[in-house]
């Protein structure tokens, strides 16, 4: 802590460069520890040595040791053997399970690039990522491979089948490389997906040493060690899952998978950290803010709980037991730059103030800059740039590595680059970040950055559809949701719901818009363009024209009244009847948890998230919820 001090305050030293002595918007992370030379793979294998019977992945009843794991993983690796190798990119389509750990030792022990795309990526994602990158093989259920993939030489992986969200049988599925893709490097230990502005998914390629210098930050924030367990419960689609699998293996803990209802249901979160015995999280800030506005469940075991992924809104109250971390980083600079603690004990913690995203990690460097690349003095707005150990090795389009990964400003001459975030920030006159928004068109949804370009892309596949425009509204409380615009090909009469079946096989779920407005033609500024702020007003006053109770019949429950408002309220589509289904309007896994905690207020009933998305429809939903509301009123029930 006494070196991270002296590097704050040479940062903080008056620049020559800047007139009446201002302090710069630039701070450096403390040096890194002498471990993080030791790459992550060797770390888990040091602990497959030292405790090999201690439990590695704990899943419900199901447990592997260290050394099941790792035997496990030694016959993965075997079967990969001479057929991937360096720089060669896996997909994965594995959920949180011991086979996902499995996988991930094994291509880190062949050397090949990790591309995480989730258990049920799409087939159409599936084949543009096949297109764009040099994917050698799938990993996955063979039920969720393509059929380019289902033609290709499979091969059984030995892999346990058990588990909550394990597959029961995994392959890997071997094609050739797509002429033209592009390939990552030799040294890249994973890749992973980020939105683009192209309208197809971009890969961004992480070595080993950033990775293990943010397991040391982990491991000196959060003390995890043998006996700890360790979250796994971040979607594998996302780089963080990294963070939770690495950081609980190369410090001796167990993992702990968590059941896909929990990432959709704040209160079966907190259920699963006490019946787990969670110590540590990582969990989605809009997964954890419900949480916050209500009372902190005693007795848990978890210590530290990192946050991040969107802006963090409030405060942990008084009754928060646990340590909570503000996180802040993109992909490109390995999953966590900034972090900012926070206790019960400390002086601000009854401010209304949001949090900060605080300061650099350990190897970290920030600097906020204006337009042409200059620092700004401490105080000023600008866009936040990061340098040092973190940054990933770039895109694997060179050209776009080139325009975000840019020669440092002049007080930085030191190091080799900074990745140019496009994030709004200012820094404070003790070195904290204050996260103030983006810079440009790319919003974050459910805590995934999103580029409404590639949303717009996804539409136009559609043969029905002439052009898209995607806006981002937010409400009340600063939450965005994505509303797709979409203007039909001649004589083209597509619905809402099969434009939204149709991009749901190019698109993750959080870049799935809630609302899809059918348009006769886009209104134009000035200079010719789109005027998006135009299309926000009108589906404001569209969304607004049609009553909450409007085609409500009327021999309708009050529950179904209830359900039906709070889903139209959520998705922003007044048109939502009875009759449709709650995914299929639009919903989406942490919408589903504001519907939760909606008719939780409204009823002081407490569905859990299979009730919900189980229902074909907002009836059923109703029906279920009158059906518990009677059994609490009967007594003895």
């Not at 300061?359 to 042409?372: E, F």
């Not at 008719?599 to 859990?608: C, D, F, G, N, S």
Request: with cysteine; glycine share 8%; aromatic share 4%.
């Amino acid at each position: 802590m006494t070196q991270q001090l002296m590097n704050r305050q040479d940062a903080e030293r008056p620049n020559e460069g800047q007139s009446g002595g201002a302090v710069p918007s630039i701070l450096h992370g403390a040096p890194l520890a002498e471990t993080a030379a030791q790459g992550v793979l060797a770390r888990y294998e040091e602990w497959v040595r030292r405790s090999p019977e201690a439990p590695a992945v704990i899943d419900g009843k199901h447990r592997w040791t260290y050394a099941q794991l790792d035997e496990a993983a030694e016959a993965v690796a075997a079967t990969l053997a001479g057929r991937v190798g360096p720089g060669d990119v896996v997909g994965v389509c594995l959920d949180r399970s011991a086979a996902l750990v499995v996988t991930a030792v094994a291509l880190a022990r062949v050397g090949a690039v990790y591309l995480p795309l989730g258990p049920r990526p799409g087939e159409r994602r599936i084949a543009a990522v096949a297109e764009d990158i040099g994917v050698v093989c799938l990993i996955g259920d063979p039920a969720v491979l393509t059929e380019y993939h289902d033609a290709a030489d499979q091969v059984e992986l030995p892999v346990s089948g058990e588990g909550v969200n394990a597959a029961s049988s995994v392959v890997a599925a071997f094609t050739p490389v797509a002429p033209g893709a592009r390939t990552a490097p030799a040294e890249a230990l994973y890749a992973v997906l980020t939105s683009g502005s192209t309208g197809r998914p971009k890969a961004v390629t992480v070595a080993e040493p950033a990775l293990a210098a943010l397991v040391d930050w982990y491991r000196e924030e959060t003390g995890l060690a043998p006996g700890d367990r360790q979250s796994l419960l971040i979607g594998v689609a996302f780089d963080p899952h990294l963070l939770e699998l690495w950081s609980g293996l190369t410090c001796g803990a167990a993992l702990i998978p968590a059941p896909d209802e929990v990432r959709w249901d704040p209160a079966a979160l907190t259920d699963w950290w006490r019946e787990a015995e969670l110590t540590v999280c990582v969990a989605a800030t809009p997964m954890i803010e419900p949480l916050l506005d209500r009372p902190w469940p005693q007795e848990l075991k978890l210590r530290h709980l990192v946050v991040g992924g969107d802006r963090m809104r409030r405060r942990p109250g008084l009754d928060v037991t646990a340590t909570v971390h503000n996180a802040y980083g993109p992909a490109e600079a390995t999953v966590v730059t900034t972090t900012h603690a926070m206790r019960a004990s400390d002086p601000d913690v009854t401010t209304d103030d949001a949090p900060p995203i605080g300061t650099p990690i350990a190897g970290a460097t920030v600097a906020v800059t204006d337009a042409d690349g200059n620092v700004v003095a401490r105080g000023a707005d600008g866009e936040l740039r990061i340098g040092g150990t973190c940054l990933a090795l770039g895109y694997l389009d060179p050209e776009l590595t080139a325009r975000r990964f840019t020669t440092p400003p002049a007080q930085l001459a030191g190091l080799e680059r900074m990745y140019r975030t496009g994030d709004r920030v200012r820094m404070l006159d003790d070195g904290r970040l204050v996260f103030l928004g983006r810079l440009d068109d790319q919003v974050k949804i459910s805590g995934v950055r999103i580029e409404p370009a590639e949303v717009e892309a996804a539409f136009e596949q559609h043969d029905d559809v002439r052009s898209a425009v995607v806006t981002a509204p937010r409400d009340a409380e600063g939450r965005a949701r994505l509303v797709a615009h979409v203007l039909p090909a001649p004589g083209a009469i597509p619905t809402a719901d099969d434009l939204l079946t149709g991009v749901r096989a190019w698109l993750p779920e959080q870049a799935v818009p809630s609302t899809v407005r059918i348009v006769d033609a886009f209104p134009l500024d000035a200079n010719g363009k789109v005027d998006r702020s135009a299309l926000l007003k009108e589906a404001a006053q569209a969304s607004g024209a049609v009553p909450s109770d409007a085609a409500v019949p009327e021999d309708a429950t009050a529950d179904e009244r209830l359900v039906l408002r709070t889903v139209r309220d959520l998705l922003g589509r007044p048109e939502t009847t009875l009759d449709d289904n709650f995914a299929g309007a639009g919903g989406t896994s942490l919408l589903a948890a504001r519907l939760l905690e909606a008719l939780e207020k409204a009823t002081q009933v407490r569905l859990r998230a299979p009730e919900l998305l189980r229902q074909p429809d907002l009836r059923s939903i109703a029906a279920v919820l009158d059906k518990r509301r009677a059994a609490a009123r009967t007594p003895g029930s």
